[in-house]
């Protein structure tokens, strides 16, 4: 009789160790899961990371501008153009976009997207005889002072009926409200 209850016994704990066991593999798998799942979360911040800097370099040096446009920006920074009141920076700078309007922004203002904001046209001619001076080539300025809009189209109107449509440009960015004009104007 003590031999069969010990043997029952037995038997209970085999499962219960069994089960045990398969818990804790369970577990351990669950646990390298997420090991692995930190790890390449760990890489993937690390690869966000370098891109931000990246990123916030190219905007310091306005890597991607055309050179005039970046002539300008760095000599204004360092203090380089004389009789220059306030340079806002190129255009793309100035406005933000939901990343589903980025390309359609980006096709509709063209080259004009790095056309730069100045506060008003003596800054615009201040920068250009800096780069006439230092043979820097072109630029466009966009005075906040001297552009204003000229408000909604017939054309803009008849194009809201059209299939597609989404929205007017000025509508779809973000921009500080100093640049209202401009922004209706592009």
């Not at 669950?30 to 692995?36: E, G, I, M, Y």
């Not at 002539?71 to 009141?85: C, D, N, T």
């Not at 700078?93 to 004009?112: F, Y």
Request: proline share 2%.
């Amino acid at each position: 009789k003590n031999a069969a209850g010990f043997k029952s016994k037995i038997a209970e704990y085999d499962t219960v160790i069994r089960e045990g066991t398969e818990e804790t593999d369970r577990i351990n798998g669950l646990r390298a899961s997420r090991v692995d799942e930190a790890t390449a979360l760990k890489v993937q911040k690390s690869s966000l990371l370098q891109r931000a800097d990246t990123l916030r370099r190219m905007e310091e040096h306005f890597e991607g501008y055309n050179n005039s446009v970046r002539f300008v920006m760095q000599k204004y920074e360092q203090g380089g153009i004389r009789g220059a009141g306030k340079i806002y920076g190129p255009l793309s700078k100035l406005i933000g976009a939901s990343p589903e309007h980025i390309v359609a922004i980006e096709t509709a203002l063209g080259a004009n997207i790095q056309n730069i904001v100045v506060d008003n046209e003596e800054t615009a001619k201040a920068a250009i005889r800096c780069l006439k001076d230092n043979r820097a080539g072109r630029a466009t300025f966009y005075p906040v002072s001297a552009i204003r809009s000229s408000g909604e189209t017939e054309e803009v109107r008849r194009a809201a009926s059209c299939a597609g449509y989404v929205g007017r440009a000025d509508r779809l960015v973000t921009f500080d409200p100093a640049y209202k004009d401009i922004i209706e104007w592009l």
